[in-house]
């Protein structure tokens, strides 16, 4: 029914249906408003025919005629599409009102006040719905009265006021419309049904709708309606009540009401409404009724439901029933609860949980209203990418080393660069946030930031750092926000705000619901849920979170570190293969003491068997680690020109012929992964003898039997997988020989680029496993840069083009590919290579360990194609656990 008659108008269907008390009347179908849109902007033939005849039915139920001088029927035209929308589309109220059929409702009620309240109602709401006036103009005509009055409420305006003022109303409606305001009901009727359909189209509800991914095709139902009155005195009245309270999930009747009131008098904060639990004090009898149809509507539905209402004179009706719009917390619990209830199964329970809500429990948030409160005190600054998700506040601090300084005296930090490089690692590492103006979602900052589980905005083009002044400047105003000043940024929205913001900590062990409906989930998915990590602490979380392996631990995060990153940048740099390997030899205990603390910590908390960890050996260019070559070459400039230290400038000009040496056009298909270890062997010997000695060293003193994968990136050809294999296998066996015992160990690769894809049968003759690595695939697929592409033209793609000629912006990409897996590009890639991997060898392992392993969709799509797991990063563990499940029950729903 929802597809026909939109939410609102299923929910009155099927609780009039259920003999509760709904006012009679009709529903115009999105059917209708789709046609009304390809007639252009026409009523379809015979809706308007069949719009009367079902006026004439609702006059026959309700004793009352439509337009009549003596007993006037008046109706609500309201909108109602598929999938709930609060807000976003348009009402009209008391509908059928003129200066002939007010007299008749001054008889029906009795009560003329009220009756000119409801016309001065239907007037200002009709102007600004219909004929679109400006609503300020009334307002003002609205407080102007109620001064000369000496009322503090529209409810205290007297009926002689009420008269004068439906005649301003009108003459303003006219000045501001150029039309006199329409007297015949007929044509108020049509024009309304008109309006609404209309506002399926304006400006907020697309926007509501491509944030919220629904459909622009649905169309919203129309829903005219008899009215009833909440404003007939002080045993009338109008509310909005939930189920459970949305915020927490309790199980207890929640909402707010007003007496003497109509339903906008709520939604415009006009009079501060009461709790609802006072209702069992004015209006006990409603109270209990609005109880026991509340825990009905519960029963039918098997969901919270939000809930409308309004008491004319005592007698309670239901305006609408939905499914209630809760937090995260509060669906969860709802969820689990309604299962120990016996409303519904795990299954459903897993079904209709939210993964992405799943995944907002476990990140410090904002305080909403807090949030809110920013907005309005104009605290808010800019919008960038939000490139890692969460909530931070703090000093605002321009580098690394201050940062640092700061951070590890217990100052909370938001480190702000132009954009960060393996240089800020130490500054990162005990900062609360990072503030990028430039990079992407796979910048370094966001990298990094996703694996410490830090928030991060980066690409926020709407501020210009200054590294040297210590401050940033929001462009197009006069704001400037200086080290020191307090700053907060949402990492989930990208949105960053002077001042500090209060967050809200969570604490997954507590979250005993959630703990309960991930038990769940892991019962009935097939695929294995494994996490991102790069050091012990993410590996420890990753556990907590209920990973089951680490598919991706990236070794040249660990050489970013301040004390090994002189190190490297020796080893990068030395002129003989002497001088490198004396800087490797340094490295190679370093290395071996953060893989011993992975496997330490990657232990089965309920068995004590080791999970496996997928190793990659280095893969970003080597350039990665030095300094930039730009801010080089202005430092010698600035060194020449002041006459600086011979021995000074010869040092920094040997750098900088070393780095210009180094770069490359576009170093992400250039000199990194599997093509640097066959070009200096030194290197991913040293980390393969690590991670070796590592795991031989942990099983010597625990007993136990680390699971090593070791994980050779950027293969394209056989042949290159062949001989890196070589040369690692010819090391572990030296390993072992030295160490007088052996340990298990696997050699694979990531398939990450399109000829890798499709030769995979190929190369899976000579790999134990594949992991897929869908950022780079993407990129490389697509033809697109993500930091370039994310800034300059990627969001307008998703977003829309403005297309000459067209009315609407035109969508090129449905979603981010880098964010949703593109099924019909790079998944076809994926699907191949799993098909013919798994033919070439039948014991291959398939996983897959790009940022798509922690996006619903994208994991629904690697369960249909048989992968054997889903890596991610530690706080998107539990989401792909429950996205995982939720898989699976729908490939078995498609099964039947």
């Not at 609503?135 to 205290?156: H, I």
């Not at 009108?170 to 039309?179: D, F, L, M, V």
């Not at 080597?622 to 011979?646: C, I, K, S, W």
Request: one cysteine or more; aromatic letters at 8%.
């Amino acid at each position: 029914m929802r597809d026909l008659l939109g939410g609102k108008g299923a929910g009155v269907a099927e609780m009039t249906k259920a003999g509760l008390p709904v006012p009679p009347g009709f529903t115009i179908t999105t059917e209708a408003c789709n046609a009304y849109y390809e007639a252009g902007k026409q009523f379809p033939p015979g809706m308007w025919e069949q719009a009367l005849a079902a006026l004439r039915i609702v006059e026959q139920q309700t004793g009352k005629t439509f337009g009549d001088r003596h007993n006037p029927l008046l109706v609500s035209v309201r909108s109602g599409a598929k999938f709930s929308m609060p807000g976003m589309m348009d009402t009209v109220l008391n509908l059928g009102l003129n200066d002939e059929t007010v007299q008749g409702l001054v008889e029906q009620t009795g009560d003329e006040r009220f009756a000119y309240d409801a016309y001065r109602r239907f007037i200002q709401m009709f102007s600004k719905i219909v004929l679109d006036a400006d609503p300020r103009e009334f307002e003002q005509k609205l407080d102007e009265y109620k001064e000369r009055t000496g009322a503090s409420s529209d409810a205290e305006l007297p009926a002689s006021a009420l008269k004068e003022l439906v005649a301003e109303f009108k003459q303003i409606a006219e000045r501001q419309s150029g039309q006199p305001f329409p007297t015949d009901v007929y044509e108020q009727l049509k024009r309304a049904i008109e309006a609404v359909f209309a506002s399926w189209n304006n400006k907020r509800a697309i926007d509501y709708r491509n944030f919220n991914k629904i459909p622009h095709n649905l169309g919203t139902a129309v829903n005219v309606q008899s009215m009833v009155f909440g404003n007939m005195g002080n045993d009338s009245g109008t509310g909005v009540a939930f189920t459970r309270n949305p915020s927490t999930g309790e199980k207890e009747l929640y909402g707010e009401y007003l007496l003497n009131a109509q339903g906008e008098d709520v939604v415009a904060g006009i009079r501060t409404p009461s709790k609802i639990s006072r209702l069992k004090e004015e209006l006990p009898q409603v109270y209990e009724q609005l109880q026991e149809i509340a825990r009905r509507l519960e029963r039918h539905y098997r969901d919270m439901q939000d809930m409308e209402f309004t008491v004319e004179r005592g007698r309670l009706y239901m305006l609408q029933t939905r499914s209630g719009k809760r937090s995260a917390r509060a669906a969860v619990k709802v969820a689990v609860d309604m299962v120990e209830e016996g409303l519904i199964s795990e299954e459903e329970a897993i079904r209709r949980s939210d993964p992405t809500q799943i995944y907002q429990l476990l990140l410090p948030r904002f305080d909403e209203e807090a949030k809110a409160r920013a907005h309005k005190e104009g605290r808010f600054l800019a919008r960038g990418l939000n490139a890692s998700p969460g909530a931070a506040a703090g000093k605002a601090v321009f580098d690394a080393d201050r940062a640092e300084e700061l951070g590890k005296a217990g100052v909370p930090v938001v480190l702000v660069r132009p954009e960060t490089s393996p240089d800020d690692v130490h500054g990162m590492l005990v900062s609360k946030g990072i503030l990028t103006a430039r990079g992407g979602a796979t910048s370094h900052a966001a990298v990094v930031a996703r694996g410490l589980g830090l928030p991060c905005v980066a690409g926020c083009e709407g501020i210009r750092v200054y590294e040297e002044e210590k401050l940033f400047r929001v462009v197009g105003s006069d704001v400037v926000i200086r080290e020191g000043d307090e700053i907060s940024i949402d990492g989930d929205t990208g949105e960053v705000f002077a001042g500090v913001i209060p967050t809200v900590e969570p604490n997954f062990e507590k979250e005993t619901e959630l703990q309960k409906l991930l038990s769940w989930a892991d019962r009935i998915r097939k695929l294995g849920v494994w996490a991102n990590a790069d050091y012990p602490r993410d590996a420890q979380r990753a556990v907590t979170f209920g990973a089951e392996g680490i598919g991706l631990c990236r070794t040249e995060h660990m050489f970013m570190e301040q004390e090994r990153l002189p190190i490297v940048q020796k080893m990068i740099l030395a002129k003989t293969p002497e001088e490198r390997q004396a800087a490797l030899d340094q490295l190679l205990p370093f290395q071996r003491s953060d893989f011993i603390g992975i496997f330490e910590t990657m232990v089965n908390p309920r068995t004590g068997e080791c999970y496996p960890v997928v190793i990659r050996l280095i893969d970003p260019p080597l350039h990665e680690f030095l300094p930039n070559y730009e801010e080089l070459l202005v430092e010698v400039t600035r060194l020449e020109a002041t006459g600086a230290d011979p021995e000074a400038l010869k040092e920094k000009k040997a750098l900088l012929d070393a780095v210009a040496a180094m770069r490359e056009m576009n170093p992400m298909l250039g000199l990194r992964g599997c093509r640097l270890g066959l070009l200096f062997p030194e290197i991913t010997i040293m980390q393969t003898r690590a991670i070796l000695e590592a795991a031989l060293e942990v099983a010597q003193k625990t007993g136990k039997k680390p699971q090593v994968k070791i994980m050779i990136p950027l293969v394209g050809h056989v042949n290159e997988l062949r001989e890196v294999r070589r040369q690692l296998e010819a090391v572990a066996k030296e390993v072992t020989a030295e160490a007088g015992s052996a340990v298990e160990y696997k050699f694979g690769t990531m398939i990450e680029l399109p000829r890798a894809a499709l030769t995979a049968d190929q190369i899976a003759t000579v790999a134990d496993f594949f992991s897929f690595g869908t950022n780079d695939l993407t990129q490389t697929t697509f033809g697109f840069s993500r930091d370039d592409a994310e800034g300059k033209f990627l969001m307008k793609y998703v977003d829309g083009l403005d297309a000459p000629g067209l009315p609407e912006k035109v969508k090129i990409l449905p979603v981010n590919p880098f964010q949703t897996i593109d099924r019909d590009g790079v998944g076809q890639l994926v699907r191949m290579a799993a098909e013919k991997g798994r033919a070439a060898n039948p014991q291959i392992e398939l996983g897959i360990c790009g940022e798509h392993g922690g996006d619903p969709s994208s994991i629904e799509f690697f369960h249909e194609v048989g992968l054997d797991y889903v890596s991610c990063s530690p706080f998107r563990v539990p989401v792909a656990r429950l996205a995982a499940a939720q898989a699976a029950l729908s490939k078995s729903e498609k099964d039947k």
